[in-house]
């Protein structure tokens, strides 16, 4: 499957702007799905990740309350809302697959992501 990224621009401190993931030639639903940031000088960092529609997400401490991850497996896209964006969100944002049966525990390391879309930036003005 490959995955391609989209939605990024530049935004005001307390905007929203909603990213998404595509994909395509493979089996949508065969990935756990998940979205990584990084920033300048800065290691990839775990976002949110979601097995399938309508489940358990999982989201990082910094962006809880404020990002949320969805993917709809009939258009083989995974969506990231993105709410009251601050500057240090700003970063590049990559799209993720990782097999079904990774380890919920492991979701948190690039490493375990075996598939990477092309990322796309954000950048939060104050």
């Known amino acids: 499957v490959q995955l391609q990224a989209s939605g990024g621009g530049l935004v005001q401190v307390g905007d929203s702007l909603r990213l998404t993931c595509a994909a395509s030639?493979?089996?949508?639903?065969?990935?756990?799905l998940g979205w990584f940031r990084q920033a300048p000088g800065k290691d990839r960092e775990f976002v949110a990740a979601?097995?399938?529609?309508?489940?358990?997400?999982y989201v990082a401490h910094s962006v809880k309350g404020r990002f949320i991850i969805s993917r709809d497996g009939a258009k083989g896209t995974a969506y990231l809302q993105m709410n009251s964006l601050k500057p240090e969100d700003t970063a590049i944002y990559y799209c993720?697959?990782?097999?079904?049966?990774?380890?919920?525990?492991?979701?948190?390391?690039?490493?375990?992501?075996?598939?990477w879309g092309r990322g796309t930036l954000v950048t939060v003005s104050s």
């Open positions: 993720a697959a990782a097999p079904q049966s990774t380890i919920v525990s492991s979701f948190y390391s690039a490493r375990a992501w075996t598939i």
């Open positions: 030639g493979g089996s949508f639903n065969a990935y756990t």
């Open positions: 979601i097995r399938r529609s309508g489940g358990t997400p």
